[in-house]
């Protein structure tokens, strides 16, 4: 994996540039739709490509482990083959959801035995394993296994604990260098910075991190509860040490607005369930604010959903159609919202992009940010 | 609407054609995927077209009459405009909506009051405003208002309901012959031959029905419960009195093994919620036999899902992919389902249509209805 940072605001931190992959390029800033289970939910792999068209998209090593299960995405030839994707995939370590979602879990230095919230069975996720696990799920990116503190987070719990994904880390890195890749391409390890929201554990983390000198680098435990101002510090101190020659990676953030702000601040990749999960509760980016479409003040409102959207869903379906889809509980509603989101966030991720090559993000920023601060 | 039947099985009751609607030709034989609430679920309007390619498609009256409700397609401009649909579209009555989904329901001569399935309201059916509602709704093709009569039925329950039925009728030609067309195209009502499963009743009904000289005819009350054999003794009844120059059309039949020996009775249109509802639970239909996806069987196989398959998911997914797709749930397994399986039944009357062209209809026939009676 390669990345070439070419342009850099020349009145801020954002920049854009391309990171190379065995599966092709991924142009930066970039959102990764998020496909938890082998699919970008209720989107085809085609629409995905032609019509939201990102470099790449996310997949859950959780989930992915329990259903359908590394062996049968070994046998398929890996999870590009099994879902017919043939473009980057980045897959997390599991860690995230091993804490959101599994009833019971035991942390433990060696690493974390959960419960699974399918059928209760235990399972033991570790470094090692975590590596072993996205070796044969077989994604381009693949992450070390940490700790996600939730917030808030007690000072000491969180010190404790980033030593403890340090010290993972290293045993993640060193796993990766001793299992050959399976399917032909490379892998490429992401580190992860935590420190809850303590600038000095950030800022320690994001020293620690740089020093194992990856290839990438993410930033970790934000988006989970605190205000978007200190989510924003944190990005700024961890932004200045990690190296600027290598991607930036704050996942699962956020909201288009978090999204230009945290470009503004240097990062470069992406990833949140927002547009997807919030579409399939009917709400609705736009560059002008967010709809929840299924207000009754919709209803017989027949222009198109978006008309300065970018897909064949933005143009083809009036709101009142929209509206309607959501009141009755069809499964078109979603698709359609689905489609629209991920449309909007992959556009202004481009736009974001142009801005910086054309030297005017800061002001354009500013702009959208204000203008998408509304409800409609 | 002209209907111009151009050929026949020279060995058999065949027959293939051409159905002019304001909207555009509909070739027979059809069948039409059913999009209840305004949307063929899970299928959006332009896969349907460029995929599925249906000349029509049919909605519900009762449940557009609910939501969105007949003024917001009127304000719309009608169904055709407010899906976004620009070919023929049928509605039924909403007769059977009452009698199948209604928790209460009065049948009197006047009409049918029926409590709403949504929300409890009260709602009064009667001939002349189920051909109101159909003004406004705005398909090309619309339903006499029947009595749908359920199997088995006492004999003189099924007398009793057919001359309501037809009584129905002619309220229902008054009422379409005084009331203007709202949206400058025109629009056909179809009668509707009932008398369960009695065939002097059937012949007694057909007569009946072929003497009001409607531009189509539809046959009702079957697929209701009765064997297969019983409702093939029915149809032919009813196809030997209903006039040749006619379409003929089987209100919600049924299984690809159903519509192929139908055809080969002398029906040219076919609907059936069949091959969409059996799609969401994971059921497929094939030209070697039906396919029960969430077996563990397909757990590994990497094969397409249908090699003989029209349709991009044909192609484009694994049954192992869609196996693990509702194996977990995901909209998208309900999705590459729906449109295999309509994608499979359209396929099978276009080849129905060619093969009665051609003169090989009853070899064909045969040859396919020994093979897709297999689970795979």
Chains 1, 2 share one sequence.
Not at 172 to 190: H, N, R
Request: aromatic share 10%; net charge neutral; hydrophobic share 35%.
């Amino acid at each position: 994996m390669k990345f070439n940072c070419s342009h850099t605001d020349p009145k801020g931190k954002a920049r854009a540039g391309e990171i190379i992959t065995d599966h092709g390029k991924i142009q930066t800033p970039i959102f990764m739709p998020v496909g938890t289970a082998a699919t970008v939910k209720g989107v085809h792999q085609r629409e995905l490509k032609t019509e939201i068209n990102p470099d790449i998209i996310l997949g859950n090593t959780y989930h992915l482990y329990l259903r359908p299960g590394v062996d049968i995405l070994e046998q398929a030839g890996g999870l590009h083959q099994f879902m017919n994707w043939d473009r980057p995939i980045l897959t997390d370590s599991g860690g995230y959801q091993v804490y959101s979602l599994s009833a019971n879990r035991k942390i433990k230095e060696e690493g974390v035995k959960f419960k699974s919230h399918i059928d209760g069975s235990y399972h033991f996720f570790t470094p090692e394993n975590a590596i072993d696990i996205q070796r044969k799920i077989g994604a381009d990116i693949i992450m070390a296994f940490d700790e996600c503190t939730p917030y808030p987070c007690d000072y000491n719990y969180a010190k404790a604990s980033m030593h403890m994904t340090h010290r993972w880390l290293d045993r993640c890195i060193a796993q990766d260098k001793k299992s050959p890749y399976l399917y032909g391409y490379k892998q490429t390890l992401f580190p992860i910075v935590q420190g809850s929201t303590y600038k000095d554990l950030r800022k320690q983390s994001a020293e620690f991190i740089a020093s194992r000198d990856a290839l990438g680098n993410a930033i970790g435990g934000l988006s989970v509860g605190e205000p978007a101002e200190e989510m924003y510090a944190m990005t700024d101190v961890v932004c200045a040490i990690l190296p600027e020659d290598k991607p930036r990676y704050l996942m699962g953030v956020g909201t288009p607005i978090n999204i230009l702000e945290n470009i503004a601040l240097g990062v470069d990749m992406f990833d949140c369930v927002m547009p997807t999960r919030n579409a399939r509760n009917g709400m609705l980016f736009t560059a002008h604010g967010t709809i929840n479409i299924k207000n009754k003040k919709w209803e017989n409102d027949f222009s198109v959903i978006d008309p300065e959207g970018t897909t064949f869903v933005d143009r083809e379906y009036s709101k009142a159609y929209l509206r309607h889809l959501f009141t009755v509980n069809e499964l078109l509603g979603k698709q359609i919202a689905t489609i629209h989101n991920l449309g909007f966030y992959l556009a202004l991720v481009r736009q974001a992009r142009e801005k910086i090559i054309a030297g005017e993000f800061t002001s354009w920023k500013n702009k959208m940010v204000k203008q998408m601060d509304k409800r409609l």
